[in-house]
């Protein structure tokens, strides 16, 4: 007669080595705990290692847009504030040539998105070959 053990095989009753067979058994059936335990481990271990990675490139990658959108809102406020006191001065003393160059340099200002490189700034950060992102 047989029972069914979970493991590696069944229980023969009948050989009357049922208490060496059990503790092969059971042997066998902690060694295969043990490996799972350890793969399960090692699993987990690179679960942690991608999630630290992925929320420092993240962290990177929004100090990264913050840094772009300061310096390009930036940028462009000095322009328009220059452009400003040039119009300021233009109307001034009459000068029609700086009112001119004012309003062309903020209609220049105005017509451009400091949105339309940030398309290519993202498309950078999924390439995994970019070393360095510049802008």
């Known amino acids: 007669m047989s029972l069914p053990i979970i493991g590696s095989g069944s229980l ?3 050989s009357g080595n049922l208490s060496v067979e059990a503790m092969r058994e059971l042997g066998n059936a902690y060694l295969d705990y043990k490996k799972t335990v350890e793969t399960e481990y090692t699993k987990r271990c690179a679960i942690d290692a991608w999630k630290t990675t992925e929320l420092q490139r993240l962290a990177n990658q929004h100090e990264s847009l913050k840094s772009y959108f300061s310096h390009v809102f930036g940028m462009r ?5 220059k452009s400003f ?3 300021d ?3 001034k003393e009459g000068q029609i040539d700086y009112i001119n160059i004012a309003m ?8 451009t998105s400091p949105l339309k490189d940030v398309e ?7 390439d ?8």
């Open 85 to 87: 006191d040039l119009l």
């Open 89 to 91: 001065q233009g109307i």
């Open 12 to 14: 023969n009753i009948t």
């Open 120 to 126: 290519k700034l993202l498309q950078d950060f999924r």
């Open 104 to 111: 062309d340099s903020m209609v220049n200002v105005i017509q």
């Open 128 to 135: 995994p070959n970019a070393n360095c992102i510049e802008w």
């Open 77 to 81: 406020a000095a322009v328009l504030t």
